[in-house]
Each structure stands twice: as C-alpha cells, then as structure tokens.
C-alpha cells in the first residue's frame, strides 16, 4: 500500500547559555516480500512430445504451463530449460512455455531427447518447480536401402532346372518407416534366364 517513508531526526544538546541542534533526514523504504506459500505447480512430473526429424528450426513441439494462485508479480511465472541432452537443441519462451527446436534433427543420429524445465514466479524470493520433458523424433523416410555389400558373385551349373537358387543379396534401411518393408528388383538383365524374389532378394 505504501513503498517508502521519509522521516526527519534532530538532535539537542541542550547546552548553556543556548542549547545547539542539528537534525538529518531518513528515507525508509518497504522492501516487498514473497506473502505467499504457493509456487507454480505443472499439472504432471513428465511430459512427452514428439517433432518430425525434418522439422525447420523455430518449429513449436509442446506448451508448457505452470499454475500460480498468488497475484501480482508473485503469480507470474516464467520458464527456463535447465539441463538435458536437448540443451541447446530446443529453446523456451520463458513467459509463454512454447518450446521450439534450435537446430535441425536427424533421428538416425538422435532419435530422442530430455529436457529438464523449471518455473520460476517473480517474487522477491522466487519460488520454483521443476518437470522434465521426453521429445521423441519422429522418423521420415529419408535414407536410401544400403546393400550389404557392392558386387555379389553368384555360379550355377548349366542345364540346372528352373527355380533354384544362384545367390542372395541382403540390405539395410536405418530409417524405421522402412523397417520390414524392403523389396528387391532386377534391372536391366537378361531376366529370360533369373528372376528374383522381391522379398527376400533370392
């Protein structure tokens, strides 16, 4: 109600034949103090979100948002990521929660990220709570089938009967959309004389 105070002091000595004085002035100021008990509380101990790994820098993954009850700058909350194997990789809108990546993803290389977050309100003496955050990268087909190896060698007897087999050839997709869905093909080859199965590369 009311942030300061201005006092004036004097002195007397009371002294003969004329007593002396001198007098200073004082200007007390009401320091504000955190009145409440309530710090902001999330509504969970772990969230979990997922972005797509082709995701464009400033992409938003997930909102975060705190409840405070106490009013005035004592309710207000802001938000700061803390610590994390995405430290660096997202960032936070402290007054709005709005977490966004930093930098360009590659679930091949990383394929999920945690982030330690707390919430602070602008009391004198803040308050704060922490939650943490899974990010799950979501996979996009953009790796291409590596065969296990370059050339294959494959021999067969002359006059063999029909469906018998020459050689396999394997291969390898590190994307996880793909996962068991490879096929195989012959291209440009005397297909009158082999064929190939198109699942399992005989």
């Known amino acids: 109600m009311r942030q300061s105070y201005n006092l004036t002091v004097q002195a007397v000595d009371h002294g003969l034949p004329r007593s002396l004085s ?3 002035f004082i200007e007390v100021e009401v320091l504000d103090v955190n009145e409440n008990l309530n710090k902001p509380v999330f509504s969970m101990f772990v969230y979990e979100a997922s972005v797509m790994e082709d995701a464009p820098v400033g992409t ?3 909102t975060l948002t705190a409840a405070d009850r106490d ?3 004592d ?3 802001r938000y700061h990521i803390h610590n994390g194997s995405g430290l660096g990789v997202f960032m936070i809108d402290e007054e709005t929660g709005v977490i966004r990546t930093a930098e360009t993803l590659d679930r091949e290389a990383v394929p999920h990220y945690w982030l330690s977050v707390y919430a602070k309100d602008l009391g004198t003496i803040p308050l704060v709570t922490w939650t943490d955050i899974f990010v799950e990268v979501l996979d996009i087909n953009d790796n291409p089938p590596q065969m296990s190896q370059p050339v294959y060698f494959g021999s067969v007897l002359e006059n ?8 396999q050839v394997t291969a390898t997709d590190v994307d996880s959309s793909s996962e068991g869905k490879l096929t195989f093909q012959l291209l440009e080859s005397p297909r009158r004389y082999f064929t190939i199965n198109t699942k399992t590369g005989n």
Not at 160 to 167: A, C, E, I, T
């Open 75 to 77: 309710g207000v909350v």
């Open 60 to 62: 938003s993954v997930f």
């Open 160 to 167: 063999m009967p029909k469906d018998k087999s020459v050689v």
């Open 22 to 24: 001198s007098s200073c």
């Open 71 to 73: 009013q005035g700058k």
